[in-house]
């Protein structure tokens, strides 16, 4: 007989293998968060990333086929509690828990399904994009962050969009070589396949007043959540710090990334500020 138990912790210890595997700047922000709110949150990184993984490196023939079983899937398991995926089974458990919309899972698959086809954005499918694919998993996780208060979440919103959006706008920027040679696509809009300095210094801007908007909020957050939240932010902020200062040629020819000792250093400040805090 299936121990509904052990599938549980094998489900969750997966989503916590496929955030390692791909991120070791998100893993590293998980570890500053409480145990519960940290599941619940490599359980929402788990899920986007198989997702982002069918539309930008699988690719199959029916690829807006598999992202519909994912969402029907999904629902599923938040209806029976159960899924045959121990990656739904451990996002469909998070939702249960913390009350996430499922129109956010909804707007995010339909951004999913933009990849398949889209190879260029005007401003309004730009924003529609941003919101489905970035904004909407600052939601869901801002649902874990605040225990599924609806004041609580209500109030912090439009930061956590912010962070949502600017996260998924370095992830543009420095993914710019391998998204517009190996896939074809240019996500910022009004650049007609082509970016240059100004350009890229633009776009840095807009990102820093996305950044400016989510900072004020993190020392809003409960304390099981606000210091994983600020490694992350830290970790992204340095990014584009680094980005504004180099060329659009090098952003094009190497993904820019923090050096482990920088990454130890931002790592220690904040574990430092959590310590005094606590």
């Known amino acids: 007989m299936l121990n509904l138990g052990i599938y549980k912790e094998i489900s969750a210890r997966l989503s916590r293998d496929i955030t390692n595997s791909y991120s070791t700047s998100f893993s590293a922000a998980t570890r ?3 145990p519960d709110v940290s599941e619940a949150i490599v359980a929402i990184y788990g899920f986007v990333r198989v997702a982002d993984e069918v539309v930008d490196t699988w690719r199959p023939a029916q690829m807006e086929s598999y992202i519909n079983d994912l969402g029907s899937d999904l629902k599923r398991a938040v209806r029976s ?4 995926n121990p990656i739904i089974q451990s996002f469909a458990l998070a939702i249960i ?5 499922l129109e956010l899972v909804e707007a995010f698959l339909k951004s999913m399904k933009m990849d398949i086809t889209k190879k260029s954005y005007n401003e309004a499918e730009y924003q529609k994009y941003i919101y489905g ?11 874990v962050f605040v225990g599924g208060n609806k004041r609580a979440y209500s109030s912090l919103l439009s930061s956590a969009k912010a962070l949502g959006s600017a996260f998924q706008k370095i992830n543009f920027l420095r993914d710019i070589g391998s998204d517009s040679l190996q896939l074809g696509r240019l996500y910022f809009p009004g650049l007609h396949g082509q970016i240059d300095d100004e350009a890229k210094n633009i776009i ?3 990102i820093k007043k996305d ?3 989510a900072k004020r909020a993190i020392k809003k957050l409960p304390n099981s959540s606000r210091y994983g939240v600020e490694l992350a932010y830290r970790y992204f902020a340095a990014i584009n710090q680094e980005m504004s200062r180099r060329s659009i040629v090098d952003i094009k020819s190497n993904r820019i990334s923090l050096s482990k000792l920088t990454k130890l250093k931002i790592y220690c400040l904040v574990k430092l500020k959590q310590t005094l805090a606590s």
């Open 133 to 143: 694919s970035a904004e909407v998993v600052g939601l869901m996780c801002l649902m």
């Open 97 to 101: 828990k913390y009350k996430i919309p």
């Open 211 to 213: 950044l400016s908007v």
């Open 204 to 206: 840095i801007e807009d």
């Open 32 to 34: 500053l968060l409480e």
């Open 81 to 84: 509690g159960f899924s045959i």
